[in-house]
């Protein structure tokens, strides 16, 4: 029965990690990893996880299932905390459901489409994060690419990106990474948001909103404009939101699938539809996160000690970004890198080639995803210089 089976090639971005965990250079540097890391290397359990957590602790009673559409206190808190502002209005018309991370929600969402629409396409950025492509053909469907990053001039190709939205075919779905886009950083800007929201609208295609980062580009009021876009612009919508990196949560799984349908009873019919799917996924969400994510986002001091750590990942990332652009540049190192300093999140094309990213990797022990991306939260005081140091040596700076 088994004879004929081959290994599956291994994930090109968990993959890699496993590669440097193996390494036994003393000074090897994971930038390929999709985590945060402060500027000791750590990733760290915020404190006010840590606060939830002992209070939790302290009050549990049982560990019995939860409802297939998961914790209802998570579930409200989230719609709150995903239509906080001006996107309130599309509340009413909206269902949350809590799933095992990001990754869960896409899934779940990609089910739920899948059988609402079968014919429908998905539309995905070039690039994107590889698991979108991933999930949506597990889930049966046929993916196709839309423009998203002009890599020559290191931006996004924001004219490209919207002549091709606009031609995309009325019941089709296109994901969008709603803030800090994996792998390439680069975000629209609101006005830009409201363009893509016209154009969904005009079209009638459906978005699908992947919200990994919330927090991490401007803030998390900020990073709401493109939820506020499509709200305001009264479309039907999918958000996909993950607490894996802005409440570091990564291995607890928590997450939530937000469909925001044209009214009320089609929110409620989908709601029975996305439980049916749940319940031969994986028939329940785990608790513990969603009870965490859950006492964070409806306390009012734990969510400012939250925001407060946020902020500070957050700064620290936007710091160390600069400091990569000054230090390849003091090293004369060829070429212009002061895109890095505006792109947003953990993630860069570093615009590395990958010539570049192989000789790191055998050369220097740095380990970075195949097409140069970078996670700029890998880069810490103890290996700054050094990841300078070799960039400089490989792409040829004058001694
Ligand atoms: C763009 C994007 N979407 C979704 C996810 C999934 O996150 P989770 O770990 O919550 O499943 C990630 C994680 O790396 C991501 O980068």
Known sequence: MFNTLKPAPPDPILGLTEA??????????????????????????????KAAEAALLAAETTKTYLPIAGDPDFRRRVQAFVFEGPAETAGPR???????????????????????????????????????????????????????YDAAAHRLDTAEMLAALRAVPAGDVVVLHACCHNPSGADPAPEQWLEIAAAA???????????????FARGLVQDRAATEAFAAAGVPFLQATSFSKNLALYGERVGALTFVGPDEGTAATALSQLQRIVRV?????????????????????????????????????????????DGLAARGVPGDFSFLRTQQGMFSFS???????????????????????INVA??????????????????GAPG
């Open 351 to 373: 615009g590395l080639s990958d010539e570049a990213v192989a000789r790191l990797r055998t050369e220097k022990a740095i380990y970075i995803v195949k097409g140069g991306r």
């Open 94 to 148: 909206a269902v949350t459901l809590q799933t095992p991370g990001g990754t869960g929600a896409l899934r779940v969402g990609a089910e739920f489409v899948r059988f609402a629409a079968p014919d429908a396409r998905v539309w995905l950025s070039a690039p994107t994060w590889p698991n979108h492509a991933g999930v949506f053909s597990a889930a049966g469907m046929e993916a196709s690419a839309y423009p998203w």
């Open 378 to 395: 890998g880069l810490t005081r103890g290996n700054l210089d050094y990841v300078c140091d070799s960039i400089a040596e490989v792409l």
């Open 201 to 215: 609208a005009d079209a009638g295609w459906l978005p699908f909103l992947d919200a990994a980062y919330l927090g």
């Open 20 to 49: 440097w965990r193996e390494d036994p250079n003393p000074q090897k540097v994971n930038l390929g990893v999709g985590v945060y890391k402060d500027d000791g290397g750590r990733t760290p359990v915020l404190e006010a996880v």
């Open 281 to 325: 996924l994986y028939s329940n969400p785990p608790i513990h996160g969603a009870a965490v994510a859950a006492r964070v986002l409806g306390d009012r001091l734990l969510r400012a000690r939250w925001e407060e750590e946020l902020t500070a990942m957050r700064e620290r990332i936007h710091a160390v970004r600069g400091e990569l652009v």
